[in-house]
């Protein structure tokens, strides 16, 4: 009786899945940063990385109306010892954050092999806390921790259990070509902002070009 039962769940909510992401990635047109307009502030997930990304995230936050963002939820690597720090430097006035560690999906100089599988462990992690904490947007620059992230808000976009607006702002160090986060991402994210305009055009059409 339990594997019908199971069958009976699974089989419908892989169709609505495979449906919904069909959707997303290959008939839903590019979305305009304009239409994104809100009139109460939005629940920010901040994904953090080591050294430069951390440095490139924190000076968009510096950037943004932070009363438009907020609360702000800080998504650090259990193993990064540095960007909580950086964080509260940014933060120093305001209260209206916090930080959460996650598994890190990819240790710099892993093996893509052995990176399968903390991924998938970094994914399960994913899961709660996305659900717990329902961001409104979730933004990111490309370390490696925010792809499960990532994929996990995408799954619950997709079966209309949340509506978090994923953007991914490709590194400045990118000129030419996107990173593998950039390329994982490209169709998945709702806005993919790059800082070359070789990143955007008729080569990256999704893509939007800010200077």
Request: hydrophobic share 45%.
């Amino acid at each position: 009786m339990v594997l019908p039962l199971v069958a009976v769940f699974v089989f419908p909510t892989a169709i609505v899945f495979i449906i919904r992401a069909f959707y997303f990635i290959f008939i839903k047109k590019n979305e305009s940063l304009n239409n994104d307009k809100r009139s109460i502030p939005a629940k920010t997930l901040l994904v953090l990385g080591s050294g430069g990304h951390t440095a490139e995230l924190l000076r968009i936050v510096q950037q943004l109306n932070r009363k438009n963002y907020t609360p702000r939820i800080y998504v650090q690597a259990q193993t990064d010892a540095i960007s909580s720090k950086k964080v509260e430097e940014v933060e120093d006035k305001f209260k209206d954050f916090k930080i959460i560690n996650i598994a890190r999906s990819r240790e710099v100089g892993q093996s893509y092999l052995t990176a399968v599988f903390t991924t998938l462990y970094s994914t399960l992690h994913s899961f709660p806390l996305i659900w717990r904490e329902k961001p409104d947007l979730l933004l990111c620059n490309g370390p490696g921790t925010c792809i499960p992230l990532c994929l996990v808000a995408f799954f619950f976009n997709a079966m209309f259990l949340t509506n978090t607006k994923i953007v991914y702002v490709e590194s400045f160090c990118r000129v030419k070509s996107f990173s593998l986060s950039g390329k994982i991402l490209y169709y998945l994210a709702n806005h993919i902002l790059v800082q070359w305009p070789y990143l955007n055009g008729n080569t990256y059409p999704r893509s939007t070009f800010v200077s």
